[in-house]
């Protein structure tokens, strides 16, 4: 039991935290993107999935992380161009288009991935941690923390920009009109549908990019299913986050520590509890939080429902 | 008693209009949704280096060319057909049960356990006791999330995914821990009392009993949904659930009667599939009928009776996908993709229906 309360194990296990939190992150701040325009995505695990293979094919093709991350984050946009043209333009509903972009995200990865890379069993090179001058040198929290690759620290100013464009711009401000009171940007000359448009392409390219994580800085290779439920986790993360981007930053660390504590007590044999039970703890934390924000407020007054102007 | 005395022909004529446009906006649509949907499964087949056209031919002949090909087909339709059915039910009160796969195997495991525990019953029985063990524990699941979105407003859609998740989970501990099968090397449960077997109704088949009961408890439901007013009252709670409340109906009890019963069906269908086809409970027991399902209902326009052709429709493109693996080596999950394009394709011609009406 020592072991568990070692502080360099504490240590060890934020580091693993914010690594683990990243593709949360990335999905929770696309999500709220989406969610502040009115738009309730739940086909990001889709998005994720795809921005997971495409960016996981890309640098198998060209060795390079950079490239594949942006393959990645195309991946998640194509496949949320789909999304978009059948809830905005269509007007179908929201919730059925999400479940139907998640099977075919899901089909299309796991498709290709078999019939093209299976065989292969080949990894990618990864995103290489890379050490913070002074900060890496801090005693015990130095390197568990500030040794992470590139991807994992772009998620702060990733998060200060989403908070800069939603609050700060007028674009934001727009954006979040059309979530609230979409006859207003109407009746002002601009168009509630390219916002839509712009909202879910935007958050599907963060989705995207949160599945690259996954293939190239975190595990070096796809697999089937490798988001395992992280884009549905990523919807609860936002309603506790109350909408806000730093909030979903926070929360879904929150989160990364769940998934951090499951791994180590995984690796716990002789705690003599199964590790199924472990595993499920992300999942039943999840539904957990659910439970504890009980209100929708701060909810987008318009979520989910189709604008028909 | 036909309640049209006033009508001359002309009232006639329309009504049979209408009657044709419900046709078409029935059959004619989604039979569209699936030609295109296989359309583009096979171009993505030609794409990708495989014989595009054995796509129709595999799934549309192949899966119906014997005996023993139709058998294998409507044994899928049977899980798919009771998950279709039961969330057609959800769907109509405005609830989004995403967890029938976890039903499905809370359903199995409860079937499991009283079908490898009691011995010497008669078939009947044990058989009825393992049904409504499957039924009662997918009820059960699905129901947590259901209270949980009464009492607390938890997105049922989330918590219902994430029930799926732990299901599995569970299962995974069950067969590899306290209900594996001692002698056995692979995780799987003992095997159920022989009184506990779905009886097998077509020699050469695994075809067993419980498609008949597919067929009766969606015929059922139909009845419940759109000739009881318990089902009035949760079309209305799905309909408008303001005006549910202001008539004076509990919101929250149909909703969660209505998740409860999708959730029965799920369950039913995990039991079905212990108890007729693998005998055994595994960790993957089933191949996706829970998320299945989804599209089935969706196809079949929210309608349990729909729920029989599209379920059947389903199983025989999961059947034809099976052959497709075999003989071309086609990966087969190619019917995941298959199955997003109809859903796809099934809410954008629904919609499109809708705006033209209005324009008429």
């Known amino acids: 039991m020592d072991d568990i309360l070692n502080l360099g194990l504490v240590a060890a296990t934020l580091g693993a935290s914010w690594r683990l939190a990243t593709p949360l992150i990335f999905a929770a701040l696309g999500e709220v993107f989406a969610e502040r325009a009115g738009v309730l995505n739940i086909g990001i695990e889709g998005m994720m999935l795809t921005g997971a293979f495409t960016g996981f094919a890309a640098a198998f093709a060209s060795g390079s992380v950079p490239l594949g991350l942006l393959a990645g984050i195309l991946g998640g946009m194509a496949i949320g161009l789909v999304f978009a043209v059948f809830t905005v333009t269509v007007k179908a509903n929201q919730i059925v288009v999400g479940a139907a972009i998640n099977l075919l995200g899901m089909g299309l990865t796991a498709f290709l991935f078999r019939t093209f890379y299976v065989s292969t069993g080949l990894g990618v090179e990864i995103a290489q941690p890379i050490a913070i001058p002074f900060l890496s040198d801090l005693p015990v929290i130095g390197a568990a923390l500030f040794r992470q690759n590139a991807i994992v620290y772009a998620t702060i100013p990733l998060t200060f920009l989403v908070w800069v464009v939603l609050f700060r711009t007028s674009f934001g401000l727009t954006l979040r009109a059309v979530g609230e009171h979409p006859k207003s940007v109407a009746v002002v000359g601009r168009s509630v549908a390219a916002y839509r448009y712009g909202a879910i392409l935007i958050g599907a390219a963060f989705a995207g990019l949160g599945g690259a994580f996954l293939t190239l800085g975190h595990s070096n290779q796809f697999v089937e299913n490798i988001t395992s439920g992280r884009g549905f986790i990523a919807l609860a993360v936002v309603v506790f986050a109350r909408w806000s981007p730093v909030g979903a930053f926070f929360v879904a660390l929150l989160f990364g520590l769940f998934y951090a504590v499951q791994l180590q007590l995984q690796a716990q044999p002789q705690l003599g509890v199964p590790y199924q039970l472990f595993q499920a703890l992300p999942y039943v934390m999840t539904i957990i939080v659910l439970v504890l924000v009980r209100s929708r407020r701060g909810a987008p007054k318009m979520l989910g429902v189709a604008y028909d102007g | ?360």
């Not at chain 2, 009657?19 to 949704?33: D, H």
């Not at chain 2, 525990?117 to 008669?122: D, E, F, T, Y």
């Not at chain 2, 929250?252 to 693998?278: K, Q, Y």
């Open chain 2, 1 to 360: 008693m036909t309640a049209v005395p006033l009508a001359g022909a002309d009232g006639l004529a329309a009504r049979n209009s209408r009657r044709l446009a419900s046709l078409v906006r029935a059959i004619v649509l989604p039979a569209a949704a699936v030609v295109i949907a296989l359309a583009c499964g096979a171009l993505l087949l030609y794409a990708t280096g495989f014989d595009g056209a054995a796509l129709f031919r595999v799934m549309l002949v192949d899966s119906f060319a014997d005996t023993r090909s139709i058998g294998e087909t409507l044994l899928k339709a049977i899980p798919l057909i009771l998950i279709g059915a039961g969330l057609c039910v959800a769907f109509r009160c405005g609830i989004w049960n995403i967890g029938a796969e976890g039903q499905l195997y809370a359903g199995a495991i409860a079937a499991t356990l009283v079908g490898t525990s009691l011995h010497g019953l008669p078939p009947a029985l044990h058989i009825t006791l393992v049904i409504i063990a499957g039924a009662l524990a997918g009820a059960f699941w699905a129901g947590i999330a259901g209270a949980l979105r009464v009492a607390f407003g938890a997105s049922e859609i989330v918590t219902t995914i994430m029930l799926n998740y732990v299901a599995l989970f569970l299962t995974s501990w069950l067969v590899t821990g306290p209900m594996k099968d001692a002698g056995a090397a692979y995780p799987q449960s003992a095997r159920l009392a022989r009184e506990a077997w779905m009886p097998r109704i077509i020699p050469e088949t695994r075809l067993h009993l419980g498609i008949l009961v597919a067929l009766a408890l969606a015929g059922l439901l139909y009845v419940f949904l759109f000739r009881m007013g318990a089902g009035y009252r949760v079309r209305v709670v799905g309909t408008s659930a303001d005006a549910a409340r202001y008539a004076g109906m509990n919101v929250g009890r149909n909703m969660l009667l209505a998740i409860c019963i999708s959730g029965a069906m799920a369950g039913l269908a995990g039991a079905f599939e212990v108890a007729g086809v693998t005998r055994r409970l595994y960790q993957s027991i089933s191949p996706g009928y829970g998320f299945e399902g989804i599209a089935v209902a969706l196809l079949a326009g929210n309608n349990p009776l729909g729920a029989i052709a599209s379920g059947g429709l389903f199983a025989a493109l999961r059947s034809g996908s099976e052959l497709l693996q075999i003989n071309e080596q086609v990966p087969q999950v190619l019917v995941q993709v298959i199955q997003g394009i109809v859903i796809l394709l099934v809410v954008a011609f629904g919609v499109l229906g809708a705006r033209l009406r209005l324009r008429r």
